[in-house]
């Protein structure tokens, strides 16, 4: 397969948006590898093993990438399931950045890092600055305050990266922390904070009018999506949640604009293991997800007409 062209000197929100026009949705598929779950013809009796994961690993992904790169215009890996599996996960990981960006995948990054100074320098140069795993876009955390999130704007500015800030997440549990007034200002943690990532991401609009610093929002709370979506109209919210989680279209939709555009929706496990069998056929298997992708596309495209017809 020969690879498909990626401008790396394009700003990262141009790059996404051009993307979703192209394939036609705002689809992602995340690549959450569990050896356990992954169906047998794949292992071929191979047993797990430090020397047996990487390769099982990227197996896995190449076939779910061949069936899904034409569909979808990224794909959202999530570290911790690389990570569970040491180095040959950590090596999985780097196989799976390259070999979606061959396809011409943008790839999110999904560890939700962050710390201060130059170790936060670190994590941006790790996975923004092309020396490390060079992927488009990572997750971070913003509770070490403004200045751990500068070296990622800077990392983004240089490289023509992207980020998506941690929000207002899926969990019930976020309510917790992130909906607790501050006593300065009596508004919500994570407005406040939403507040703070559209300022950050004003230096990196790009031509789409978005910005390359985004948001992780859960659209399990679908009204405070719609006044995160008001604070930040520059941001691309990363819409976390729909499928397995319990989101319905209707919370997705929440983290749109008006017009259908300005978030992404990802989905993991309803589209790489929702097999029953773990004795299902490779022809089966790759039939399945691609109607799994096909499936989620569908239902996030209408929905979006759907709530643009309303909104009139």
């Known amino acids: 397969m020969g690879e498909v062209a990626i401008k790396p000197d394009q700003i990262f929100s141009d790059r996404l948006v051009e993307a979703i026009h192209n394939k036609g949705n705002p689809c992602v598929v995340g690549l959450d590898p569990r050896i356990e779950l992954m169906p047998a013809f794949l292992k071929s009796g191979r047993a797990v093993t430090k020397e047996s994961a990487r390769s099982i690993i990227i197996d896995f992904h190449e076939l779910v990438l061949d069936t899904v790169g034409s569909l979808v215009p990224a794909v959202k890996p999530q570290l911790a399931f690389f990570e569970q599996y040491g180095i040959p996960g950590m090596q999985a990981f780097e196989d799976t950045v390259r070999e979606s960006r061959k396809r011409g995948l943008l ?19 790790a996975f923004l600055s092309g020396q490390g795993f060079d992927a488009d876009a990572m997750t971070v955390t913003p509770y070490l305050g403004r200045d751990s999130l500068l070296p990622y704007v800077e990392e983004c500015k ?24 501050l006593q300065s200002n009596g508004r919500p943690l994570y407005e406040t904070i939403a507040t703070m990532i559209d300022d950050l991401g004003k230096g990196l609009i790009g031509q789409s009018l978005y910005s390359s610093i985004g948001a992780v929002v859960g659209a399990t709370f679908p009204d405070d999506a719609k006044r995160l979506r008001a604070l930040m109209p520059h941001s691309i919210i990363l819409a ?19 017009d259908g555009s300005g978030a992404i929706v990802p989905s993991s496990r309803e589209i790489t293991y929702a097999h029953r069998d ?3 056929s490779r022809q089966d298997f790759i039939q399945l997800v691609r109607d799994n992708t096909l499936r989620m596309i569908d239902e996030i495209t209408k929905g979006l007409r759907v709530s643009a017809l309303s909104a009139r």
């Open 107 to 125: 790839v999110i990054a999904d560890g939700k890092r962050n710390d201060v100074s130059s170790t936060a320098e670190a994590y941006a140069k």
């Open 158 to 181: 240089k490289h023509g990266k992207g980020l998506f800030v941690v929000l207002k997440t899926s969990n019930p549990g976020s309510r917790d922390f992130q909906d607790q007034p």
């Open 240 to 258: 976390t949640g729909y499928g397995a989680q319990g989101a319905k279209i209707e919370g997705a939709s929440a983290c749109f604009n008006a």
């Open 278 to 280: 773990e004795n299902i």
